[in-house]
Protein backbone atom coordinates (compact mmCIF):
# COMPACT_ATOMS: atom_id res chain seq x y z
CA UNK A 1 0.00 0.00 0.00
CA UNK A 2 1.62 3.38 -0.69
CA UNK A 3 1.92 5.35 2.37
CA UNK A 4 3.08 9.02 2.68
CA UNK A 5 6.76 8.46 1.10
CA UNK A 6 5.40 7.38 -1.88
CA UNK A 7 2.57 9.30 -2.10
CA UNK A 8 5.08 12.31 -1.54
CA UNK A 9 7.16 10.86 -3.91
CA UNK A 10 4.77 10.72 -6.93
CA UNK A 11 3.53 13.84 -6.17
CA UNK A 12 7.19 15.66 -6.61
CA UNK A 13 7.34 14.23 -10.21
CA UNK A 14 3.45 14.69 -10.92
CA UNK A 15 4.14 18.90 -10.24
CA UNK A 16 6.98 18.59 -11.96
CA UNK A 17 5.23 17.02 -15.39
CA UNK A 18 1.69 18.65 -15.01
CA UNK A 19 1.47 22.08 -13.40
CA UNK A 20 0.23 24.74 -15.75
CA UNK A 21 -1.27 22.51 -18.29
CA UNK A 22 -4.87 22.27 -19.18
CA UNK A 23 -6.82 19.50 -18.37
CA UNK A 24 -8.68 18.97 -21.72
CA UNK A 25 -10.72 15.87 -20.89
CA UNK A 26 -11.35 13.13 -18.59
CA UNK A 27 -13.03 10.04 -18.02
CA UNK A 28 -13.73 7.63 -14.54
CA UNK A 29 -14.18 4.50 -16.00
CA UNK A 30 -15.08 2.00 -13.39
CA UNK A 31 -18.25 2.54 -10.58
CA UNK A 32 -16.31 1.62 -8.04
CA UNK A 33 -13.66 4.04 -8.50
CA UNK A 34 -15.91 6.66 -9.12
CA UNK A 35 -18.30 6.00 -6.07
CA UNK A 36 -18.03 9.23 -4.31
CA UNK A 37 -18.75 11.42 -7.23
CA UNK A 38 -22.14 12.78 -8.43
CA UNK A 39 -21.33 15.10 -10.66
CA UNK A 40 -18.16 15.19 -12.56
CA UNK A 41 -18.06 19.25 -14.06
CA UNK A 42 -16.54 18.91 -17.95
CA UNK A 43 -14.35 21.71 -18.30
CA UNK A 44 -11.44 22.07 -14.81
CA UNK A 45 -9.02 24.02 -16.53
CA UNK A 46 -5.98 24.91 -15.58
CA UNK A 47 -3.80 22.70 -13.25
CA UNK A 48 -2.65 25.25 -10.44
CA UNK A 49 -1.11 23.06 -8.06
CA UNK A 50 -1.09 19.26 -6.61
CA UNK A 51 -0.95 19.26 -2.96
CA UNK A 52 -1.14 16.00 -0.35
CA UNK A 53 -2.29 15.46 3.26
CA UNK A 54 -1.44 12.03 4.86
CA UNK A 55 -1.96 9.30 1.84
CA UNK A 56 -4.16 11.80 -0.45
CA UNK A 57 -3.61 13.99 -3.11
CA UNK A 58 -5.24 16.71 -4.30
CA UNK A 59 -5.26 18.25 -7.80
CA UNK A 60 -6.67 22.09 -7.79
CA UNK A 61 -8.00 24.01 -10.35
CA UNK A 62 -9.71 27.19 -10.21
CA UNK A 63 -13.34 26.02 -9.06
CA UNK A 64 -12.83 22.18 -8.40
CA UNK A 65 -10.25 19.92 -6.96
CA UNK A 66 -9.92 16.47 -8.27
CA UNK A 67 -8.93 13.62 -4.81
CA UNK A 68 -6.72 10.36 -5.73
CA UNK A 69 -6.75 7.96 -2.70
CA UNK A 70 -4.67 4.96 -4.50
CA UNK A 71 -5.53 2.62 -1.20
CA UNK A 72 -4.10 -0.89 -1.75
CA UNK A 73 -2.80 -1.15 -5.38
CA UNK A 74 -3.52 2.46 -7.08
CA UNK A 75 -0.82 3.46 -9.32
CA UNK A 76 -1.06 7.22 -11.40
CA UNK A 77 0.99 7.23 -14.34
CA UNK A 78 2.55 9.54 -16.65
CA UNK A 79 1.75 8.57 -20.47
CA UNK A 80 1.38 4.74 -20.01
CA UNK A 81 -0.22 2.29 -22.07
CA UNK A 82 -4.12 1.96 -21.13
CA UNK A 83 -4.86 -1.96 -19.60
CA UNK A 84 -8.08 -3.92 -18.15
CA UNK A 85 -6.91 -2.15 -14.67
CA UNK A 86 -6.96 1.29 -15.97
CA UNK A 87 -9.83 3.16 -14.27
CA UNK A 88 -9.31 6.65 -14.93
CA UNK A 89 -7.79 8.83 -17.84
CA UNK A 90 -6.55 12.65 -18.05
CA UNK A 91 -5.42 14.16 -21.02
CA UNK A 92 -3.65 16.86 -20.18
CA UNK A 93 -2.17 19.37 -23.57
CA UNK A 94 0.95 17.35 -23.15
CA UNK A 95 0.63 14.29 -21.24
CA UNK A 96 -1.91 11.62 -20.19
CA UNK A 97 -2.08 10.75 -16.59
CA UNK A 98 -3.71 7.35 -16.42
CA UNK A 99 -4.89 5.73 -12.87
CA UNK A 100 -4.50 1.92 -12.73
CA UNK A 101 -5.36 0.12 -10.03
CA UNK A 102 -5.99 -3.61 -9.27
CA UNK A 103 -7.50 -4.53 -6.19
CA UNK A 104 -10.08 -1.19 -6.50
CA UNK A 105 -9.70 -0.07 -2.88
CA UNK A 106 -8.47 3.40 -4.39
CA UNK A 107 -10.61 6.53 -5.32
CA UNK A 108 -11.17 9.22 -7.79
CA UNK A 109 -13.04 12.19 -6.29
CA UNK A 110 -14.18 15.74 -7.38
CA UNK A 111 -15.12 18.04 -5.22
CA UNK A 112 -15.75 21.57 -5.58
CA UNK A 113 -13.24 23.69 -3.83
CA UNK A 114 -15.33 24.72 -1.10
CA UNK A 115 -16.11 21.19 -0.30
CA UNK A 116 -12.40 20.63 -0.74
CA UNK A 117 -11.57 21.36 2.96
CA UNK A 118 -13.47 19.13 4.58
CA UNK A 119 -11.94 16.40 2.76
CA UNK A 120 -8.89 16.96 4.70
CA UNK A 121 -10.23 18.27 7.25
CA UNK A 122 -11.50 14.42 8.32
CA UNK A 123 -7.79 13.36 8.55
CA UNK A 124 -5.44 13.58 11.43
CA UNK A 125 -2.66 15.93 11.16
CA UNK A 126 -0.19 15.17 8.13
CA UNK A 127 2.96 13.36 9.70
CA UNK A 128 5.48 14.60 7.86
CA UNK A 129 4.75 18.00 9.01
CA UNK A 130 3.92 17.50 12.73
CA UNK A 131 3.58 21.57 14.32
CA UNK A 132 3.81 21.75 18.24
CA UNK A 133 -0.09 22.04 18.03
CA UNK A 134 -0.17 18.96 15.94
CA UNK A 135 1.60 17.10 18.69
CA UNK A 136 -0.38 18.17 21.15
CA UNK A 137 -3.13 16.64 19.37
CA UNK A 138 -1.81 13.56 18.73
CA UNK A 139 -0.62 13.27 22.53
CA UNK A 140 -4.01 14.04 23.73
CA UNK A 141 -6.35 11.26 21.82
CA UNK A 142 -3.01 8.98 22.67
CA UNK A 143 -4.02 9.67 26.72
CA UNK A 144 -6.90 8.22 26.03
CA UNK A 145 -6.37 5.61 23.53
CA UNK A 146 -6.35 1.82 25.53
CA UNK A 147 -5.48 0.27 21.66
CA UNK A 148 -1.68 -1.08 21.06
CA UNK A 149 0.57 1.64 19.98
CA UNK A 150 0.68 0.14 16.58
CA UNK A 151 -3.16 0.31 15.59
CA UNK A 152 -2.84 4.08 17.24
CA UNK A 153 -0.46 5.06 14.37
CA UNK A 154 -1.96 3.35 11.77
CA UNK A 155 -5.45 4.93 12.41
CA UNK A 156 -5.36 8.05 9.58
CA UNK A 157 -8.00 10.46 12.66
CA UNK A 158 -4.96 10.12 14.60
CA UNK A 159 -2.06 11.40 12.45
CA UNK A 160 -2.03 10.93 8.83
CA UNK A 161 0.64 9.44 6.40
CA UNK A 162 1.60 6.22 8.22
CA UNK A 163 1.02 2.85 7.03
CA UNK A 164 2.48 -0.74 8.23
CA UNK A 165 5.99 -0.39 6.57
CA UNK A 166 7.01 2.50 8.39
CA UNK A 167 5.35 1.86 11.59
CA UNK A 168 7.70 -0.84 12.10
CA UNK A 169 10.47 1.19 10.87
CA UNK A 170 9.46 4.13 13.47
CA UNK A 171 8.55 1.89 16.17
CA UNK A 172 12.11 -0.72 16.50
CA UNK A 173 14.11 3.12 15.80
CA UNK A 174 12.09 4.32 19.31
CA UNK A 175 12.57 1.33 21.26
CA UNK A 176 8.79 0.70 21.78
CA UNK A 177 7.06 -2.97 21.51
CA UNK A 178 4.17 -2.53 19.15
CA UNK A 179 1.94 -4.15 21.05
CA UNK A 180 2.23 -1.47 24.16
CA UNK A 181 -0.92 0.05 25.07
CA UNK A 182 -1.02 3.71 23.64
CA UNK A 183 -2.14 5.21 26.92
CA UNK A 184 1.00 3.67 28.78
CA UNK A 185 3.38 5.77 26.42
CA UNK A 186 5.68 8.38 28.43
CA UNK A 187 6.53 12.02 27.30
CA UNK A 188 10.14 10.47 26.12
CA UNK A 189 8.40 7.44 24.17
CA UNK A 190 6.56 10.41 21.98
CA UNK A 191 9.43 12.35 21.28
CA UNK A 192 11.08 9.56 20.07
CA UNK A 193 8.09 8.39 18.26
CA UNK A 194 7.57 12.15 16.79
CA UNK A 195 11.62 12.03 16.19
CA UNK A 196 12.22 8.93 13.95
CA UNK A 197 8.53 9.55 12.16
CA UNK A 198 10.02 12.63 10.61
CA UNK A 199 13.89 11.13 10.15
CA UNK A 200 12.30 7.41 8.88
CA UNK A 201 9.52 9.55 6.45
CA UNK A 202 12.56 11.79 5.31
CA UNK A 203 14.55 9.01 4.41
CA UNK A 204 12.03 7.17 2.37
CA UNK A 205 11.49 10.33 0.59
CA UNK A 206 15.05 10.98 -0.45
CA UNK A 207 14.94 7.32 -1.39
CA UNK A 208 11.78 7.77 -3.79
CA UNK A 209 9.47 5.39 -1.58
CA UNK A 210 9.58 1.99 -1.08
CA UNK A 211 9.03 -0.59 -3.71
CA UNK A 212 8.51 -4.53 -2.27
CA UNK A 213 8.94 -7.46 -3.82
CA UNK A 214 5.47 -7.72 -5.12
CA UNK A 215 6.40 -4.39 -7.40
CA UNK A 216 3.29 -2.61 -6.89
CA UNK A 217 5.19 0.83 -6.02
CA UNK A 218 6.44 1.73 -9.39
CA UNK A 219 6.60 6.13 -9.82
CA UNK A 220 4.94 7.57 -12.65
CA UNK A 221 7.39 7.48 -14.86
CA UNK A 222 7.79 3.78 -15.02
CA UNK A 223 11.28 3.85 -12.11
CA UNK A 224 10.95 2.37 -8.86
CA UNK A 225 11.42 3.28 -5.42
CA UNK A 226 15.07 3.02 -3.54
CA UNK A 227 14.39 2.75 0.27
CA UNK A 228 13.29 -0.81 0.26
CA UNK A 229 17.86 -1.34 0.94
CA UNK A 230 17.49 1.25 3.81
CA UNK A 231 14.54 -0.95 6.11
CA UNK A 232 15.87 -1.27 9.52
CA UNK A 233 13.56 -3.87 10.58
CA UNK A 234 10.69 -4.09 8.11
CA UNK A 235 10.96 -7.77 6.61
CA UNK A 236 14.09 -8.63 8.39
CA UNK A 237 15.36 -11.65 10.14
CA UNK A 238 17.95 -10.10 12.59
CA UNK A 239 18.27 -7.17 14.48
CA UNK A 240 20.00 -4.18 13.06
CA UNK A 241 21.22 -3.24 16.01
CA UNK A 242 21.64 -6.30 18.30
CA UNK A 243 21.70 -9.00 15.77
CA UNK A 244 18.97 -10.97 17.77
CA UNK A 245 16.81 -12.80 15.80
CA UNK A 246 13.58 -10.79 15.09
CA UNK A 247 9.99 -11.86 15.37
CA UNK A 248 7.02 -11.73 13.22
CA UNK A 249 3.98 -11.32 14.97
CA UNK A 250 0.60 -10.26 13.28
CA UNK A 251 -1.10 -7.18 14.62
CA UNK A 252 -4.79 -6.56 13.09
CA UNK A 253 -3.18 -9.34 10.77
CA UNK A 254 -0.69 -7.16 9.60
CA UNK A 255 3.01 -8.36 9.53
CA UNK A 256 4.30 -6.92 12.25
CA UNK A 257 8.14 -7.13 13.08
CA UNK A 258 9.47 -6.69 16.40
CA UNK A 259 12.92 -7.18 18.66
CA UNK A 260 12.17 -8.08 22.46
CA UNK A 261 15.94 -6.70 23.13
CA UNK A 262 15.22 -3.67 21.54
CA UNK A 263 11.66 -2.61 21.54
CA UNK A 264 10.05 -2.41 25.50
CA UNK A 265 6.54 -3.34 26.46
CA UNK A 266 5.77 0.12 27.90
CA UNK A 267 3.36 -0.68 31.14
ZN1 LIG B 1 17.71 -5.71 18.72
Known amino acids: MPELPEVESIRRVLQNSLINQNLQKYKILDNRINRFNNTKPRNLGTLLD ?7 LQFIFKKNSIFFHLGMSGRLDLNGLK ?3 THGLFFFENDVLLYDDIRKFGYIKILKNEQAKNQFAAIGPDSLSL ?3 DKTYVLKKANRSSTSVKNFLL ?5 SGLGNIYVNEILFLSGVHPLSKTFNLKDQNWNAIFLNTKKVLQKAIKNNGTTLSDMTYILPQGAYGNNQNSLYIYAKDKCFSCTRKIDKILVDSRATYVCKKCQKQIN
Open 50 to 56: ISRKGKI
Open 83 to 85: NKH
Open 131 to 133: TKK
Open 155 to 159: NQKNL
